[in-house]
Structures are given as structure tokens and as C-alpha cells.
């Protein structure tokens, strides 16, 4: 799998002859900014990966005396897991957030009610916990919570072409936690 790898430090504490031989070979290599740069990252299929997951997608209509309604359910699993990485090209933290940053669970739940001209959309989406992962000089790890989100809108059909809608995503205002680390 291509990806980032881990970041390597420019700078060595308390050892000026290490921090001006790193700073030499980025000169060498033509980085432009070769002076004020502090710690690279670079693409690197230095790993194996195995992704497994499942997406499922339900639709429904019904037509009513009291209008259309047209309901959809999706839902998505995935996980990936490292299977073999060089620690010298992956730290702890960059396998954790390859395999822990994106949730695993995803789903949403939509309604469309249609009458006449007349439509009202109703959608709820799911976002499973999911942690990232950091050195604890940046604040260490933190997971984040599940999160609930609503959106609706309302809209009417002037024309065949011309259409006027309101609404909102995220009508609740819920946010995921606060990031609030180093």
C-alpha cells in the first residue's frame, strides 16, 4: 500500500552536528526550504495493508393517498488493519491512525416525502467512534465519540426546471469532540 510515513524530525536535541548533516542532505536532495524545514514526511510503499468491509443499501417507495415516500438505508463497515510495515518507515501512532482514524461504522437513514409540488427530505447519518492516535508530546491519543446527525429541507417545485428548497445539515448542531491537545 502506498502511503505517508511516519515523520522524521530535521532537528536532533542537543545535537547541532546531526540537525546541519540533516539539513546538508535536504540541500543535496534540492528541498527548497531546506533551512527552516523541522520534521518530512514522505510517500512510501513500505507497508501491507488488508482492507475488509461491507456496504449495503436498501431502497423503498411507497405511494400513498397521503403522497410518495421514498426511503433509504445505507450502511458501511470497514477495517484496516497493517499486516507488515518496516517501524523504521511506520511509528505506533501512523499504524494507529491507518487503522483507527476513519470510523468503521458509517450509516444514514433518509425520507423523501413528495406531494404534488411539494417535497420534504428528512436524513439522519451515523458516524461510529474512532480514534487518533498522536505522541504524547502532541497530546497523546484520543478517541472520539459516535455522532448522531439530522439534516432536513423543504422545497417546492415552481416549474418543471425551477425549483426553491430550504434547509439545513446537521440542524441539531452536534459536533464531534473537541480536539484540544497539544
Known sequence: RIGFSQYFEVEVPGNPAATAANRQALR???VYNWATLGRVQ???NGFETTTRGVDVVLNHTASTDFGRFQTTVAANYNANKVDNSDPGILSRERIGNIENLNPKIRANVSEVWTLG??????RAGFADKWTDFAEPTDGGDKEFGSEVTFDLEVGYDITENIRVAIGGDNVFNNYPDKNIRA
Open 28 to 30: 543535496d536532495l534540492g
Open 42 to 44: 514522505y510517500f512510501t
Open 117 to 122: 409540488n411539494f417535497t420534504v427530505l428528512g
